[in-house]
């Protein structure tokens, strides 16, 4: 009862919500200006329109596929080309939370041609009246949530439409009791550790199997071909994903003796460069977009992290010496680099056990010991060992997901 009344309120909160978001969308479309930042696209969340034009064709099993942002969307796409494979009788609807995801998902799917199969769009507003006009729209047939994203809407919705919802890469929930009504909506779940998978069944979940860190068929199953690397080249460290609020307790690493050992900071959010600049520079970084061949780089744009790792023997992982939860091991682990890790890596569990029982991550109370990192033996071929066996495990996470999936569409 008691948690029934939650999703009441939580329900009854969406109206005045939803009402003040029509009101601004409408404001918008008549002034031809922006009143909300643009990512948020009220409209095409409200109308759940997606990609309007290109809504899959109605004669096909249509799967809806959701997944947060740019980081799920990854392995959301590699899921859904998977379940794709072999079964042209099968569309897809992919939604995500953020024009990041949109945008890298939009790029797969052209590049995987085949449009009539695919439809993306941003989520729709986890609103009942929302969620049924987007799985009236589409003509979905089960729902695919993957990760962390349990919004009640989706589930109520969908099953009340009788279509049936499963949970892929599922992390437990930290408040599992507030959502027990949603867990029990689900026809089933593949979490990523046993001790997750224990926590949701606790919570009321049922057919919770135990799989794998599905992000992982990105990085893993992806890896981009690049030239061999020069082993005298990968002679430094790259400390990933900084939010602003870690680097009072990375700065004592940075300003030990280092030597000549290059450097590379990678800011989790750009916007947060003042703060890394007043920090760094008297350090003697300097921004990669002013000298590209500095030993210390503050770098400040998205999408040189791959090719960094390349030069990179060792790599310190963000969101995890502040309460971040921890951010990506996959691409670190892909690049065959030593790894160190703060204390909060909640998020980041499944990998931090399996790596750190291989010698692969050392975890960090407090700040790491760059030198005594960069000091560690050469990774590459131990990187390599632990991914081909992940694979082998990540397959078998996406096959019995096909299994589950063509018994509840049967």
Known sequence: MRFSLLLALYRLAWE???????ALASLEKASGRDLWPRRWRLAE??????????TVSNTNVTLWMHAASLGESKGLWAAARFLAEDRPDRSFVLTTNTVEGLDFLR?????????????VALAPLDHPRVVRKFLDRHGVRALVLFEGELWPHF???TKRAGKPVLWISALAPRAPRILRPVLQGLDWTLA????????????????VETGADLRGLHYLGE????????????????????????????LPALAG??????????????????????????LGFTLRSADSRAARQIVDAFGLVGETLDRCRAA?????????????????????VSMAIGPWHAGQDYLVKKLAAAGLLKICPHAPDLAALHARPDSRTACRQFVETEERSLRAGLETLRTRLDRLLA
């Not at 969340?45 to 290109?54: S, T, V």
């Open 223 to 250: 890896r981009p071909q690049r030239a061999p690397e020069i082993p005298d080249a990968r002679a430094g460290i790259a400390l990933v994903s900084l939010h602003a609020d870690e680097l009072r307790a990375i």
């Open 155 to 157: 589930v109520g919705e």
């Open 16 to 22: 005045p919500a939803l009402m003040a978001a029509r």
């Open 45 to 54: 969340r409200l109308e759940a329109d997606g990609n309007p034009g290109n």
């Open 316 to 336: 310190v992982i963000g969101g995890s010496f502040a309460p971040h939860g921890g951010h990506n091991l996959w691409e670190p682990l892909a690049a065959g």
């Open 192 to 207: 990523q550790t046993e001790a997750g998978a224990a926590r949701i069944r606790r919570a009321g979940a049922r057919a």
């Open 107 to 119: 790029a797969r799917v052209r590049a995987a041609g085949a449009p009539a199969r695919w439809s």
């Open 257 to 282: 003796p280092l030597g000549n050992i290059p450097l590379f900071v990678f800011p989790r959010k750009l916007d947060s460069l003042p703060a890394f600049r007043a920090a760094l520079e008297p």
